[in-house]
């Protein structure tokens, strides 16, 4: 018989069992023709327990005999789950929060740092940076080459590798038809010979080939994304040949590049690719902008090829160095004193991969937490569940059932409630992973990583359900199989000592993590706090920013009657022009000398600005006067506190004069610090300079882009934004508005990592103290319930209600305290692996410890409050009379 | 107790053999066929003789059938497979040298 109709006549044991009692009536029927008494007959089948095992055994013969147990056990599990609602519901609930967590958490770290790129040879892929420490004694690390420099360590290391020149991909601004129907795509400048060397199939046309890596300016091909494609051109087969312009250039459409490759940084998908040789920056040697990546070939070691890369890479620099006459030579030996490092990159390569590599791995330790408190908590409600089934367990025991046999009852009963819940959790997952990612976007940048949803999610789902069975299931079922089936029908409990000291042990351990998690989610916010309150020293309430670009360039008159225009609007409070925004992560630095003597060994940040600029930020001038609208770049200039104290000893700046290159610049005013790149560093020197900008003869140049900051006076500064983005090409055909965000975008966007560390780790907090709180109140219940007879005599005998109380719970609380106690020395012991994610707290902050032992105090008292009342309610009459 | 049945190990052989000769028997069938074919000498007890079918329906030495008979009333007829036949083959091999080498004992010693 084959294993199928063995399968099948499992689940139509019914059927079956009427099959074989017919067979035995024909057969009886039979030998009554024959002449047989018909006594005699059923008899010679058998005495009728006999005839049962014989119908059981030619029975088990044809099904699968386990198969057969496991559908009976499955009815049963189902039907124990069913009679303890509550256990069950909070068990599952409990176990699918902490299960889709850890899935939500896995789909974003697999799609993110380790799901390898769709091409060939991903395995041999790697990545190179270097890192070094600059004067000030910082550890920097940067990954961008120049391509020269590139182009020399391509060909040092022919024989052993192959080099890729890839850019970031970034937002920019094309169009396929005239200047008005501008709009933005990801595009990203790679070596044409990269195509071929991931294997990648075109969808359409051709890709880009090695020969569009031959001389720089001369390839204006570009390859287009499936994705983009699909979304932009609705797969329109006549793409090819196609032009579109970016800047000056126009590119021809040669082809499209087959699903899934989307480039190679996750987090951001490319729309176009263009060959590197158009990079505007591809010759020169002052411009890193290459991302290299090393497709090393088989049999390579790592070793010599990393220094071989490092020797050729500082041999470029050494060169370049000695062109450098306004520096100071000292200072730039850091430069020189780098570390080359070498790392796979089969994931790909990406700035969100920096940025959040550490915040999701801890993430991913504080869900992993999380499902253990879920796993003790349950494994306990189990263990208080199977002592009240102790007198059922006993009587099968009693009635032949062998222990491996109750263990595999109670697993297939576990099993279900983990299944449950993993289905559960995967439905939260498939929700959540998708917010979390929107919650990491910033208008500017929009992330987009595909979250799939395959086999490695599902082996993941999988083996998350084996771990938690494991965790929860096994060592109840273990405990609950061992009963002595004597003492048991006793009516107690085997030995209900041990069995609470496993409880205890667990609820000791739950607090301890939960606390771990408590601390660390105290850790984070407190960090989004203080980052979030710092004080900024400008107001970015109703500030909007518009980016505006005008191809062919214009005076800084026109610039001015633009900014004139936009006054006029109604509702428009200032106006004033910049050359970046504050806190949008444009940087402008360089060394500067003041007053005559040599360069500095510290950087100093320019901004070019109008005049007004400080009014509009509300940033106080302290000392000296504005820009005036004759004031220019060489000229005037305006420096920070910073300024002061870094280059001019904290003297009175006015009247000063710094030297940035062969610019030339006396200082007319001083104003307060602010920011000026990045919320987390300490506040840089800053010379602000005006934006009109005129030659060695005294020509003012043109300006190509700018950002208007506009102070609105309603209360939301978007209202306008329509308004204002069509005024500018009113007011002066040939200007755009390329980007509109508020400045309260900006600095918002400085703290997305820690919102979103805060506000998780908060919510797992939460989790994680509700969960110890159901343990704890069934923990205590359970031994409530056990020892009622005990405490019925001890009230009988005259024990006051604080003593049952005290005797109920004191243990327990000892346990909280224990745990609390391993949680705070496991928080401390951690703390050094969070530290580059904190700002404006210590860990070692008394303060953060106190947080989380007062919440697991006020949740233990919570949790044992109606047991106590239960406890002291004990009437010693009813309870030994029922005795 | 029950008396031993046909010579322990060839039940299998017996019921292939005579499932052979006479294919769509039922199980009351078989029983009489050893009976009668043996002179009364060789009895299979109801007992042993259906869990064996059960067996071997689940070796796939043999296969069952339900058909309708005459009197209306529906009988489990078996008959062998291609793989039964091959076991026969190898059962009547077997018996037959066992039963030479304890004929060869019989009459040496």
Known sequence: ?883 | MKKPDALQGTLDLLVLKILSRRPRTHGYGIMAAVKDCSDELLRVEEGSLYPALYRMEEAGWIRAEWIKKDTGRRARVYELTAAGKKQLGIEESRWQSASSAINQVLRTV
């Open chain 1, 1 to 883: 018989m084959s294993l199928w109709s063995r399968i099948v006549n499992a689940v139509r044991s019914e059927q079956l069992s009427r099959e074989i009692a017919e067979e035995m009536e024909s057969h009886i029927a039979e030998a009554v023709e024959h002449g047989r008494d018909p006594d005699e007959a059923r008899r010679a089948l058998g005495r009728s327990y006999e005839q049962r095992q014989q119908r059981e055994s030619s029975y088990e013969i044809r099904t699968l005999g386990w198969l057969e147990l496991l559908r009976a056990d499955v009815l049963f599990g189902w039907k124990q789950l069913k009679r303890n609602k509550v256990t069950s519901i909070v068990a599952i609930l409990s176990l699918a929060l902490a299960m889709g967590a850890c899935i939500g958490a896995f789909r974003l770290m697999d799609a993110l740092l380790w799901r390898p790129l769709p091409v060939a040879n991903a395995e041999r892929l790697y990545a190179i940076s270097r890192e070094a420490f600059t004067p000030e004694g910082k550890l920097v690390r940067s990954d961008i080459w120049p391509y020269p420099s590139f182009s020399l360590m391509r060909d040092a290391v022919k024989d052993q590798a192959e080099l890729l020149a890839v850019s970031t991909a970034d937002r920019r601004d094309l169009t396929y038809g005239s200047d008005a129907e501008m709009e933005k795509a990801n595009v990203q400048y790679v070596s044409g010979a990269m195509f071929q060397a991931f294997g990648l199939k075109p969808a359409l046309g051709r890709l880009l080939v090695e020969d569009d890596d031959r001389t720089p300016g001369s390839h204006p091909y570009a390859v287009l994304s499936y994705d983009y494609w699909t979304q932009r051109f609705g797969h329109d087969p006549q793409i090819v040949g196609k032009t579109l312009r970016i800047g000056k250039d126009i590119y021809e459409i040669t082809g499209v590049v087959n699903e899934p490759f989307t480039g190679t940084e996750p987090g951001t998908m490319t729309d176009l690719f263009l060959p590197a040789m158009m990079h505007p920056a591809v010759t020169r040697s002052d411009v890193g902008w290459v991302r290299p990546l090393v497709l090393v070939k088989q049999g390579t070691t790592l070793e010599p090829l990393r220094q071989k890369l490092s020797a050729t890479s500082r041999a470029f620099d050494e060169e370049r160095i000695k062109g450098f006459s306004s520096a100071d030579k000292k200072s730039l030996r850091w430069i020189l004193d780098v570390t080359l490092l070498i790392q796979p990159a089969g994931a790909g390569v990406s700035n969100l991969q920096d940025e959040y590599r550490k915040a999701l791995s801890i993430l991913g330790v504080l869900v992993a937490m999380v499902l253990l408190i879920a796993c003790a908590n349950v494994a306990n409600l189990k263990m208080a569940q199977s002592a009240m089934r102790s007198r059922e367990m006993a009587l099968r025991v009693a009635i032949g059932a062998g222990r491996g046999r109750l263990v595999q009852m109670l697993l297939v009963e576990n099993a279900m409630l983990a299944v449950l819940a993993a289905g559960l959790g995967a439905l939260f997952a498939w929700q959540s992973a998708p917010l979390v990612v929107s919650m990491i976007q910033s208008s500017d940048t929009p992330v987009r990583l595909l979250l799939y949803t395959d086999w490695r999610v599902l082996g993941f789902g999988v083996a998350l359900v084996f771990c938690v069975l494991l965790l929860f299931g096994v060592l109840p079922a273990l405990r609950a199989s061992a009963v002595k089936p004597v003492s048991a029908l006793k009516g107690g409990d085997d030995d209900p000592n041990s069995r609470r000291r496993l409880m205890h042990g667990l609820i000791a351990a739950q607090v301890a993590f939960c606390f771990l998690v408590i601390f660390m989610s105290g850790l984070f916010v407190r960090t989004f706090e203080s980052l979030s309150h710092k004080p900024l020293g400008f107001s970015p309430e109703n500030l909007l920013l518009l980016d505006v670009v005008t191809p062919q360039g214009q005076l800084p008159v026109v610039w001015d009657q633009i900014a004139d225009k936009l006054r006029s609007v109604p509702g428009v409070e200032r106006v004033a022009i910049a050359s970046s925004p504050l806190l949008s992560g444009a940087a402008w630095n360089n060394f500067v000398s003041v007053g005559g003597a040599a360069p500095s060994s510290i950087a100093a940040y320019l901004l070019a600005i109008s005049p007004g600029w400080s009014e509009t930020m509300k940033i106080p001038l302290l000392d000296g006067r504005d820009f005036r609208s004759g004031d220019a770049t060489p000229g005037q200039a305006i420096v920070n506190q910073s300024f002061v104290k870094t280059f001019l000893d904290g003297k009175n700046p006015i009247g000063k004069t710094f030297q940035e290159e062969e610019n030339h610049f006396q200082v007319v005013g001083l104003i307060a610090d602010a920011p000026y790149g990045n919320l987390r560093d300490p506040i840089v020197p800053v010379a602000y300079i005006p934006f009109h900008e005129v030659n060695a003869q005294g020509v003012a140049q043109l300006e190509t882009q700018e950002t208007f900051l506009v102070r609105t006076s309603g209360s939301d500064p978007l209202a306008l934004a329509s308004v204002l983005r069509k005024t500018i090409p009113q007011a002066r055909a040939g200007f755009r508005v390329t980007d509109l965000r508020t400045q309260s975008d900006l600095v918002r966007a400085q703290t997305v990592r820690e919102r979103l560390l805060a506000m998780l780790a908060a919510f797992f907090s939460f989790v994680a103290l509700l969960l110890a709180a159901i343990g704890l109140y069934g923990v205590l219940s359970y031994s409530v319930q056990q020892r009622e007879r005990e405490f019925g005599i001890r009230i009988a005998v005259g024990a006051r209600v604080a003593d049952i109380a005290w005797q109920a719970t004191s243990r327990i609380l000892l346990m909280v305290m224990m745990g609390a106690v391993i949680g705070a020395a496991l928080g401390i012991a951690s703390v050094r692996y969070v530290e580059t994610l904190l700002y404006g707290v210590k860990g070692s902050d008394p303060l953060m410890l106190t947080g989380p032992a007062l919440a697991l105090l006020a949740i233990a008292l919570l949790s044992a409050l109606p047991v106590i009342v239960r406890a002291s309610r004990i009437d010693p009459k009813i309870m030994l009379r029922a005795e």
